[in-house]
């Protein structure tokens, strides 16, 4: 009768060490998933973020940003996570560091009356934020899809369509300022017109 006693709990012992060791392990592999997941999304691209003036859109092909004329082979991997903040929504792009609105303005507007439009926006306090601002060059076209996805826009679905194209913060030359067209799928400059506005704003 001992040695079957003992036998039965050296069974019982060997199966509760065998299963906690297994349950030790799984947690472990666990908290490395969540770890390298975080570790992962803590490593993005920084791009520019404080506007300035420029002759040509040569750093679309620095980020490998898609450009229909300028760079076919282009096609950035964005990171995208789609959130509402106190009933306002916001895409976060984890790529990029980035916080985007996730439609923008309902009229076009001259870039001059782009810059008024996000100052009044951010006396509204958009999901919290008051520090929106028109994005850089590279900002906008990193939002460039290789192909076509949004209703034949070349922009991820998770954004709004209604903003074909929109002013970014950045001036041309010899005057104008620098736009990026999600219809074509391109970066251009234009000296006047109306565009969207498409506010951004840089993760803390």
Known sequence: MKNKHFIHNFRTQTTVFFITSLLSISAIFMCYDILQAEE???IF????????VFADDSMVKKYNFYD???????????D???KTINEDRVVIDHATGLMWHQSGSNHCLSWEGSKEWISNFNKKGYAGYNDWRLPTMEEAASLLESKKMNDD?????????KQIWV????????GGA???HYGCGCVFWRR???RYVRPVRTLE
């Open 40 to 42: 992962n999304r803590e």
């Open 68 to 78: 229909k004329f300028d760079n076919k082979t282009g096609d950035f991997a964005n």
């Open 178 to 180: 620098w736009l990026v």
């Open 45 to 52: 691209t920084k791009l520019r973020s404080t506007c300035g």
């Open 80 to 82: 995208y996570e789609m």
């Open 192 to 194: 006047i017109g109306a």
């Open 153 to 161: 826009l070349f922009i991820d679905p998770l954004f709004d369509k």
């Open 167 to 174: 002013w970014t913060g950045d001036n041309y030359v010899s």
